[in-house]
């Protein structure tokens, strides 16, 4: 402990400290008066429950920089547990206000969100604090994205297996009045599936995919 402390007195013009660390020596921390924080790799504070974004959260400091290579995606609690590290309170003290205030959920399934009250006040408020950059941008020595798109039909039993299954759910949806979101989310994600391949979801081992030969 005695050697840490030193270290953390120690006159130099910057640190650097994994998540682990942190999770060492946080008292250290914690205890100093930071000119900036700079936390990479973000997304580590985008649970705002776990121990290790209530640390960096606490930390005292006049500047900060989230940054990271993974786009922020799946799920709005992470965009707040960021922007909430970077400016505390813009989108409500705790998740639960934000999501009160801004989310739409599921009248039947309250955990599900299925979406946002005014998306583009939403975007307008964080969008100071945000900045992206495309890979065009910082890598100029790559060469461009190439996406090819190849059409395909499906065999005469791969179509029978979809057009079942897409006939069977159509009528559960509509027999079934309390049909959840959830459930037809489960059910389209099934069709695309049998769409990919039909063994995912069945023993079927052939695939049209297979035969198709985009070079010739």
């Not at 990479?40 to 705002?48: G, P, V």
């Not at 590290?85 to 003290?93: D, Q, R, S, V």
């Not at 005469?156 to 049909?179: G, N, P």
């Amino acid at each position: 402990p005695a050697q840490r402390r030193g270290q953390w007195s120690e006159s130099v013009a910057f640190y650097i400290v994994n998540y682990e660390l942190l999770l060492r020596d946080f008292p250290l921390i914690l205890a100093k008066k930071w000119d900036a924080v700079i936390v990479d790799e973000c997304h580590r504070i985008s649970n705002a429950r776990a121990k290790t974004t209530k640390i960096i959260k606490k930390i005292q400091t006049v500047y900060k920089l989230p940054m990271s290579g993974t786009v922020i995606k799946n799920h709005l609690r992470e965009i707040f547990s960021v922007i909430d590290f970077l400016a505390p309170g813009l989108l409500g003290k705790i998740w639960w206000s934000f999501r009160a205030q801004w989310l739409i959920v599921n009248p039947y399934i309250p955990q599900m969100i299925i979406g946002v009250r005014d998306p583009h006040k939403l975007r307008t408020l964080t969008a100071p604090f945000i900045l992206h950059r495309t890979r065009e941008e910082v890598a100029l020595n790559l060469s461009p994205l190439i996406e090819q798109t190849i059409s395909f039909d499906l065999s005469a039993k791969e179509m029978s297996i979809y057009k079942k299954l897409r006939d069977d759910f159509l009528l559960q949806v509509a027999e079934d009045k309390e049909e959840t979101v959830g459930n037809v989310l489960v059910k389209l994600i099934r069709l695309r599936q049998a769409c990919c391949s039909l063994k995912l979801i069945t023993d079927f081992k052939e695939s049209s995919k297979l035969k198709v030969r985009p070079w010739e």
